[in-house]
């Protein structure tokens, strides 16, 4: 059973950074796509950034530029720095490991 651990959310002021990490118990994690989600209580879940095994990053429009996801494939681990963080990011983080396995989620609160 893969498990899927994030980690580092919390309570920032407007303009502050944060990282997430995320550890996955998973033996082909160099070979997975890995992603960031996030979830507002009432809207849609919404996918923020995610790493190819070969490190190609994609984000969403509303963090390009200001979110950043990478991985170490040595330690089964991927990140996700966010900077310039304002109110409209706050929300519970999820890492998806392979598009199968989820984590609990870290709550990520922005406010002033």
């Known amino acids: 059973q893969v498990q899927v651990v994030e980690s580092g959310g919390g309570l920032v002021q407007p303009g502050e950074s944060l990282r997430l990490s995320c550890a996955a118990s998973d033996r082909f994690f160099s070979s997975h796509v890995m992603a960031w989600y996030r979830q507002t209580p009432g809207k849609q879940r919404e996918l923020v950034a995610r790493?190819?095994?070969?490190?190609?990053?994609n984000y969403a429009d509303s963090v390009k530029g200001r979110f950043t996801i990478s991985r170490d494939n040595a330690k089964n681990t991927v990140f996700l720095q966010m900077n310039s963080l304002t109110p409209e990011d706050t929300a519970v983080y999820y890492c998806?490991?392979?598009?199968?396995?989820w984590g609990q989620g870290t709550q990520v609160t922005v406010s002033s």
């Open positions: 790493i190819t095994p070969g490190g190609t990053a």
């Open positions: 998806v490991d392979g598009a199968t396995y």
